[in-house]
């Protein structure tokens, strides 16, 4: 009974990636903080793999690289206000370093957007006016981030009943649970 809602949550994901505006392209990503406090932020979805894994691009630099090599038990949340529909991925992340892959991704990113990661200093760092960013030229901070679900929760908010279920992995085997919304 659960399939219908996970073919359409699958489904969601994809045209994350895939569909000009639809909501599922930004995510809130949920890491542990070095000192032990939750950090969120936004990222953009860029590949949903045939076996559900998600991947971001970010810079290798940033304190979010940080914090997986620490903890790579990470959260993403999507929602979509049309749908009311959210989905919670809980996951590991994983670090791609292969330097063929990173290549081939990183061929495939606007000149425009190549400036998120080729700056002079590391994301986050203080300086004294946005106008002065100095950028590398031959050399970039590009990296990827999968993180493979262990557990992704689906809530529909709905009348008369919201939907809310539970998606867990075990070995390769999707199995769920209704939950109470």
């Not at 505006?21 to 809130?28: I, K």
């Not at 049309?82 to 990173?102: F, H, P, R, S, Y």
């Amino acid at each position: 009974m659960t399939d219908q809602f996970f073919e359409e949550l699958k489904d969601h994901l994809h045209k994350g990636v895939h569909k000009k505006g639809h909501p599922f392209r930004y995510a809130v990503l949920g890491t542990i903080g070095l000192d032990n406090t939750p950090a969120i932020r936004n990222i953009v979805l860029r590949q949903v793999t045939d076996n559900l894994c998600l991947r971001f691009y970010t810079d290798a630099r940033s304190n979010k690289l940080q914090q997986i090599k620490e903890n790579n038990q990470v959260s993403l949340l999507f929602y979509d206000p049309k749908q009311m529909l959210q989905v919670k991925v809980e996951g590991l992340a994983t670090i791609i370093n292969d330097k063929e892959v990173l290549q081939k991704y990183w061929s495939g990113v606007q000149p425009n957007s190549r400036k998120d990661y080729i700056t002079s200093v590391a994301p986050g760092s203080a300086i004294s006016n946005p106008d002065v960013v100095e950028y590398l030229e031959k050399e970039n901070h590009f990296t990827i981030v999968e993180i493979t679900p262990t557990r992704i929760e689906y809530l529909k908010l709905k009348r008369p009943n919201h939907i809310r279920i539970q998606f867990s992995k075990t070995a390769a085997i999707w199995n769920s649970t209704f939950l109470v919304p």
